[in-house]
Every structure is written in C-alpha cells, then in structure tokens.
DNA sequence: GTCCAGCCACAACCAGCAGTTGTATCCATA
DNA sequence: TATGGATACAACTGCTGGTTGTGGCTGGAC
C-alpha cells in the first residue's frame, strides 16, 4: 500500500469527486481514478458509489475512512520524528526497563501533548557527545565515568537514587531474609549477565565489587532478563542485582524474592543531563517537571561511587 | 513514502543487517540496500551505520523506529477495517454528536480493546438494509417509519430517551424561562435547516408538528451546527430543537440557552437494532453494555410518535 | 423531448523507478 | 595473508503509474 494512495483517497473522499481531488492534489483525474480503482482492488471492497455527479463514500469507504486520516497522522509524526528543527525531544535512558523511563511515562501522563522520542544509546559518554552534537535532548546517566569530568557545556541534576535489591530465588539461602547487610552478600554469587564493559554502570559494579569484595560474575550471554529470571529462579546458588523501580514482566508461579540491602544501601543515581544552550522549549518543561516529582536523593545510609556525585 | 519501504526498515532494524531482512522480504540485498538509501534520501538523515558485520540503527534511526512500527499497526488496522471476516464492529449513528455517539464513547472506554468503526447511514431502512447484508453489524436509529414495521430477523430494544430541548439566543421572549409547555410553542418560529427529508428524524419531526400544532422552519440550506448557533443567537425571533445530550462546540459569548420543554416532553427514542444471526462477538458485548448502562425509557409525561415505540 | 454540462472509466502510450544480476570494497577473523 | 560475510555501486529490464485522448452516463435547462 502506498501513502501516496491513502491520501488520494482521503482527498476524494472530503471533496465529493475525483476532478476536485486530482486539482488539489496536482495529477489529472484519471490518475485519482487509477489510483481509487488500485485500492479497492487491492483492499478487495468498493470505496465509492460513482455517480454522474461525482463520488460518494460506500459504507467500507466510511469505515475506512477515519483509519486512512490516522494511517497519514502517523506517516506525519513518524517523518517529524526525524525533521532537523522542531522534532519531538529526544532522550536518551539507560533501558527500556529503567527507573528513567518510568519517569519519562511519568512526564507523558503529564504532558500528553508534548511529543517524546526514547533513544538506548551505549554509555554515557556516547550520550555526552550526542547531546553537544544536538542528536539527542537530555539523557538519563549516572553523570560521569571514573576520571571523565563533565564537559564545561552540559549541565546535570541529580534525579533519582534507585536502589539496588537482591533478587533471588526460593531456594535461595538469603530467600527468607527481610533485608541483607551488603557485607553479608562477599560469599554468595551474583550473576549480571547484562553488564557490558565500556559503559558507566558497568563502572559502577566495578567499584561496588572492589569495595566491599562482593563476587559478580558477568560470564555467559545475555539473553534477556526473561531467561535471567528463569535462572536465578531455578537455582539455588545465584542471586542478582535489581533497580528497585526495574519493571519486571513477572512470570507466574517462580517464587521470585526481592531483597533490600543495607548497611549501606548501594543506590544507582540517575542524573538528568543536558545542554546548556538546547533551546527546545519541551526541555524546559521536563526539567520543570523533574524538579517537582523527582525524589530525594543522596540520603543516609546509601552508597555510591565517589566518581558518580555531580559538582 | 511507501510501506513496503517502512516495513523494510523495520525488518533491518529488527535484523540487525540487511541481508537477513532481504531474505525475510524475500528480495535481494540489493533492493533492500536501495529502499533503506531511498528512505534516508526522502527523510534527510542516516537511518543505520553501516558495518562489515550489518547495520546498526543511528540515533536517528532509534527515534524513527517506533513511529514507524506504529505505522505498520496503522495500516494493519485500516486494511483490517475493511477485511471481509472478523472485521471490527461497525455501528451506525445518526450524527457524529448525536447521543448514541455518547453511548458508544462509553462503550469505548469500558472496552477499549474491541475495535470499532462508526459510520453515517441516510435512514433507518438503509440501515436496516444494511444490517441485513451484514455491511454494518448495529444502528442507533428510531426503530421505524411511519406505516413500515422492521423485518423479522432485525432486532431492536429502545436504549435511551433522549429529551429535546429548546435552543434559543439571549434575546429571544423564552430566554428566560425555566421550561415551556410544548403547546406554548405554536406561536414560534422553530429553525431547523438541517432535516432532510425522507429520514425517520424528519417523520418525527413531521408528527410533532402535526399533533401540537407547531412550526418548524426546514427551509433554507443547511450550513452546519456552527452557523446554526451564530443564527439563532443573533436572531431573537428564532429557536431550534435539540437533543439533550448534544454536545456542541458552544462559542464563548454567544449566550445561548437550553430551556426544557413540558407537558409534555418530546423526546427521542434511541433504539438499538441488529441482525437476530449476527455472530459477531463484540456485538453480544455491546448488547450487555447496553442493558447495563442505558437510561430508563418511556417514562411517564413523555411523548414519542405511535410509530416509534417497538413490538 | 433534446441538448449540454459535468463527471467518471477505458485505452493507448510513455517515462521512470524498482527489482535483479554481477561486481567491487571493506573489515574481522583464522 | 586469505577468506567469509557484509554493504554499495553499475547496468539492465519489466512493470507500475502517470498523461493524453475518448466514450458513456445522468441530471437539469431549454
């Protein structure tokens, strides 16, 4: 099916007649009537009743109708999506899954009207560079990776400090535990098949490793958090890490725990960045937003790596 | 822009490399090479990075991904607006603000995920013939004509009464009143451009006048609701009917006014009708909607031409 | 009743595009 | 260094989609 098509159905359709439609749309009639006779042959109904006078919708063509003027809506959003000035804003989060996106679903619920494109870039220093080369409008990042300042024209605001949950199975040592002490988690295995080297969560692992001689193992290849889950929860022995605001689509009947960790709390602390000169007007507004719902971050009794606090 | 062009995009995205995705569509690298380049031409960006190992979506790219998925839904939905079997349930309304409009906006959004298209038939025998051809599956409609009783294999329940009401202008001798008895009303002037003849809206319309003696102006082409607002609120010898439950786009200062009318109260009767065969489930669903949520009917100092109440 | 205006469909023709085949190039890996 | 796997470019071809020209139908004016 061709867009092109679609229009010329909706152009026939809101004149009466193919003669005024082919004037609006720059091609002689018998090209609208081709291109009608086309899409009914391909949809396999009658669009329009011919008369002398000129066309009228059929009772399919009234019905398919209000789909074609959707069908070109969503041709437009989807070319503006990419148009050099005014696209939608763009941000970048770490996951699909993340505590970013819930508050990018947040920021939607509050202003439908504002279009929103979500990107999945590599690390934050990809994200840097494409917020200074304007690709993209803000991204959600721990701020900076260990010895890497911020560039002088990105601005950051801490966000959100989500934390870190042991998710473990039913026959999990720890299964029952009500919280766990991150000290008391040295001798148990942690499995984080998703953390790719190169990014700044991975960084951020590293130093949670380092500094409390935990043991995770990254090994194997990742085939997504379902089969992750499935894992963990079959055996015994192995634990992971979970944002506590992750979205899980939690299948039924694995006895899956959650288990907060103290003393202290290892949070991951999301940062909104973006650059100082964006003139989008959108980006005012979801920083206006995330100042109002953002949470508190930085409280007692949490840990993060000394590189991820922002100046 | 061409679907198959998007849906080619999509399939590389998904692929990851355009070889995979040719064999998918069933063409030659090739010619997926040369839709994925024309596209990027059309849209003036990079959609993938090109690589020894496949292709990889840019940023660009990642931001037009779902739109265009979203488009490819679209299109699925009008072409299955049209499609022979299991198409979505198709009712027929009087008007696009007429209060069945309302019922199925309710019913809508108790059932949002059956779909449904609404379409505009000339009277209620078309409808009726309509329905017995299986081209619409329901009509809100006054069950019949004067002297024509439905078919045996359509059935109807009376779902809502809907009370016309007088519309008047600031300046007009009733725009003070809390109600008018309808005998009242046999000295004024009543517009009402837009009834057209030989629809069962007009034989009511015909029998109110007949019974109590009114006048009701049809003449005069009809120009739609706006100018009929701006007509009668600027003219105070003229009023028009209206359905209770019209919602209408009201023009900020146009100091319009809703009088109910009594003794009685002239109101329309909204039936529901369908094909005694009709298979399709969300017919059964709309049914049930109904029974649970429309008004009581028939209630007592009403009146409604003899030939509208059905068996 | 006849004629004309207005609109749509069909036929013939033509250009350009989309697809195929064949080939060059690039890069990671063995 | 050779090779395999991936993309891009070039040349060719068939078909799609446009235009021009023409005929048929119908409703209203005369």
Redesign the pocket.
């Known amino acids: 099916m ?1 867009l ?2 679609v229009r ?1 159905f909706v152009a ?1 359709a809101d ?8 004037a609006e749309l ?13 899409l009914e042959r391909n949809l396999g109904v009658r669009l ?1 009743t ?6 009228e919708l059929t009772i399919d063509g009234q019905a398919f109708l209000p789909h074609a003027r959707e069908l070109l809506r969503a041709a437009e959003r989807a070319v503006a999506s990419v148009r050099a000035g005014s696209r939608p804003l763009r941000v970048d989060v770490i996951a699909s899954r993340s505590a970013a996106s819930g508050l990018m679903r947040g920021f939607h619920r509050a202003h439908p009207e504002i279009d929103l494109d979500v990107v999945m870039l590599f690390n934050v220093d990809t994200a840097v560079a494409a917020i200074r080369s304007g690709a993209i409008d803000a991204s959600f990042r721990a701020v900076a990776m260990p010895g890497r300042p911020l560039p002088e024209d990105i601005e950051s605001v801490r966000v959100l400090d989500e934390q870190l949950q042991l998710l473990t199975g039913p026959g999990h040592a720890l299964a029952s535990a009500r919280s766990v002490p991150l000290a008391q988690l040295a001798g148990h295995r942690i499995w984080m098949p998703g953390v790719v080297p190169g990014t700044e969560w991975a960084a951020y692992y590293d130093d949670l490793v380092a500094e409390f001689g935990l043991t995770i193992e990254a090994t194997g290849p990742n085939f997504g958090s379902d089969a992750l889950l499935d894992t963990v929860a079959d055996t015994p022995a192995l634990a992971t890490f979970m944002g506590e605001q992750t979205r899980l689509v939690w299948p039924a009947g694995h006895g899956l725990r959650r288990i907060p960790v103290t003393d202290p709390t290892p949070v991951y602390p999301h940062s909104f960045l973006w650059h100082r000169d964006n003139p989008h007007p959108a980006l005012a507004t979801l920083r206006a937003h995330l100042a109002v719902t953002a949470a508190g971050t930085g409280a007692a009794g949490t840990w993060v790596p000394d590189w991820a606090i922002p100046r």
């Open positions: 061709d092109d098509t010329t026939a004149a009466g007649q193919f003669q005024e439609a082919a720059a091609v002689t009639q018998q090209a609208v009537s081709k291109r009608i006779a086309a329009f011919r008369t002398p006078r000129g066309a």
